[in-house]
């Protein structure tokens, strides 16, 4: 910070966050938005006052599982968690070469043993936040093979817009009931996934249950599961 002006004396508020409170320029280190004053005395004259706000950024957060299952030759689905603001956001994943698409939010890849994958999240500041997940490699139908996200925001940002079955099972039905047991979305297709409408409008923010059944790759066997999610506007 600085202060101007030819004060003899200088006196800061907030002292807690300066390197020095009785100099026109000290360091300031803060973790939120925070304003400063200072006021400066000259021999006999009466103080006068300035004051000065601070800016802090959100960084952008973002997370994956620490492992991701996989079947052996087989394809997974690279779905990171990522949260803040969304504004002009970059991406970035290494390895660059073993991903579907290295400048994406989400993309693919066809891991083995050894693969380890991270996103790197940029903002428009230049902030960064990265997550890493490895593959771990799936000889039998475990229960994580068919998973749904804990809640998505259908608010048509390109981000968790839809609510979609993920996991290694090939599925063949995908429901979504409502608080009183009402059916508001049902798929056979394993691509397509609810957006958040029932007979073509938006839902209220609640939770709703969702039902899957899907097939394993491994032995074929029926896999089925249930649980619920958030939908939030």
Known sequence: LLAEGGADFYEWNNGEFLSATDIPNPMVSVEETTTFTVVGTHDFCAGDTATVRVFVNDSPEVSLPTTIPYIPGGTVSLIPVISGDGTNYT???????????????????QPDSTSVYTI??????GCTASASTRGTPVLECIDGLVEVPT???????????????????????FRVYNRWGELVF????PSEGWDGTYKGK?????VYVWYVEAVCPVDGSIVSKKGDTSLLR
């Open 202 to 206: 938006p839902v209220n923010t609640d």
């Open 91 to 109: 991406y970035a994943w290494t390895p660059a070469n073993e991903v579907a698409c290295a400048d994406c939010p989400q993309t693919t890849a």
């Open 120 to 125: 790197t999240v940029t903002d428009q500041n």
């Open 186 to 189: 049902e798929t056979t297709d």
């Open 151 to 173: 809640g998505f925001t259908p608010d048509n940002d390109g981000r968790n817009d839809e609510l979609r079955v993920l996991g290694l099972a090939d599925v063949r039905l």
